[in-house]
């Protein structure tokens, strides 16, 4: 099986598709995975460490909805990406096409549907981006993270398969050791991270907090937080000056699933990446949307784990003045109020997205079925 997996930029897209991608590997047979993406996202740092993937890149970017020239550079570019593709596919020859969304997905998708390939989308957030409602309506399947997203999809070729995790996460680490991240074993972690990039608002909001408090060693528990590259200096400077080891900041955390495993709670953005890992570990968390989100898709991701009563949400307008350090002490000095929140996460069922996949690749495959 030879597959041309789309869907780059963040981490958001691109992890649920080394999830497959890892699948695809594992599974017995001779297979062939090319990875399309940009020379400048997340993936273009993480994919060439795979020596079993074919890395292709192409130059495109989404089309902006806040600026008006980064809307024309977006336009201007994607001839120039569906040029670069159309030769990628002459040379990969895919049986099947499969993209997690954003705008990296849409040019092989667009020549899966004019040259007969199988196209097989997959929406990852509760609500689709305008790349997947597009697509949707020539694909050969759409596969949904969760149920309620039928409601904006195609329903006809739409099924839900769960979405794709890395194995290390939804396989919760027993004996996760907390000095690896630089804190120690007797308190509670707090996991504070927005999406690989980082959150300011996220960071500084919590050590503004830790700032006006007056004793450091009266917080019940501890933090750890993932900055992103641009945004630890600064930070590093801040957490300095508050000469307190509650506090551990690293710029990437590559083993997220211990640093899953050892947090009793999460604050984070709502991302689908995110929110797929957190069903998947069943961890409560705060969730602050990012407002910037296209189609405003973090909230509503947000606002169903608030439903399903497993997470907090909350919106960015409200956060510099939500009670951050008190909700934190409250939640985590609770036990049944952690418990009642992760056991929350079993209504979502325990779909494994990245094996439900792969078989709807095989069924396609097996009948023969185009666009």
């Not at 597959?3 to 999830?19: D, E, I, K, N, R």
């Not at 919590?206 to 007056?214: A, G, Q, S």
């Not at 961890?283 to 602050?288: D, E, G, L, T, W």
């Not at 497993?310 to 307008?317: G, R, T």
Request: aromatic share 8%.
């Amino acid at each position: 099986m030879k597959v041309l997996v789309a869907g780059g930029g963040t981490g958001g897209h691109f992890y649920p598709a080394l999830s497959v991608m890892k699948k695809i590997k594992e599974d017995p047979g001779n297979h062939r995975i090319s990875y399309l993406g940009t020379g400048n996202g997340l993936e273009s740092k993480v994919a060439p460490s795979y020596d079993w993937l074919d890395f292709k890149t192409v130059t495109v970017t989404g089309l902006s909805r806040n600026s008006l020239l980064g809307f024309l550079r977006g336009l201007v570019l994607l001839p120039v990406g569906l040029i670069q593709t159309f030769f990628i596919i002459r040379r990969v020859k895919p049986d099947l096409i499969y993209g997690t969304g954003g705008y990296t997905t849409f040019p092989p998708a667009f020549w899966g549907v004019i040259l007969r390939i199988p196209v097989v989308i997959h929406e990852l957030n509760l609500r689709p981006g305008i790349t997947n409602r597009v697509i949707a309506r020539f694909a050969t399947r759409v596969l949904l993270s969760y149920p309620e997203a039928k409601n904006f999809l195609p329903a006809s070729h739409s099924e839900v398969t769960g979405a794709p995790v890395r194995e290390e996460i939804r396989e919760e680490n027993p004996n996760p050791d907390p000095r690896n991240f630089g804190l120690e074993k007797d308190l509670p972690i707090i996991l504070v991270f927005g999406g690989s990039r980082g959150s300011r608002i996220l960071s500084e909001k919590l050590l503004e907090e830790l700032e006006e408090t007056e004793d450091l060693e009266d917080i019940p528990f501890q933090l750890l937080i993932q900055t992103g590259r641009e945004k630890f200096p600064r930070l590093e400077k801040k957490l300095q000056s508050l000469k307190t080891n509650k506090v551990s900041i690293v710029e990437y955390i590559e083993d997220m699933g211990s640093a899953y495993s050892l947090s009793d709670l999460v604050i984070c953005r709502g991302g689908a990446g995110t929110m797929a890992e957190l069903i998947a570990a069943r961890k409560p968390a705060i969730i602050v949307p990012w407002k910037g989100a296209s189609e405003n898709h973090q909230y509503w991701n947000a606002k169903l784990l608030e439903e399903k009563g497993a997470a907090l949400l909350v919106k960015e307008k409200n956060w510099p003045e939500y009670p951050l350090l008190d909700t934190l002490t409250e939640v985590v000095t609770s036990r049944e109020k952690l418990v009642e929140l992760s056991d929350n996460y079993r209504k979502f069922g325990d779909k494994n997205g990245s094996d439900n996949v792969i078989n709807v690749f095989k069924d396609i495959i097996n009948k023969g079925e185009t666009c």
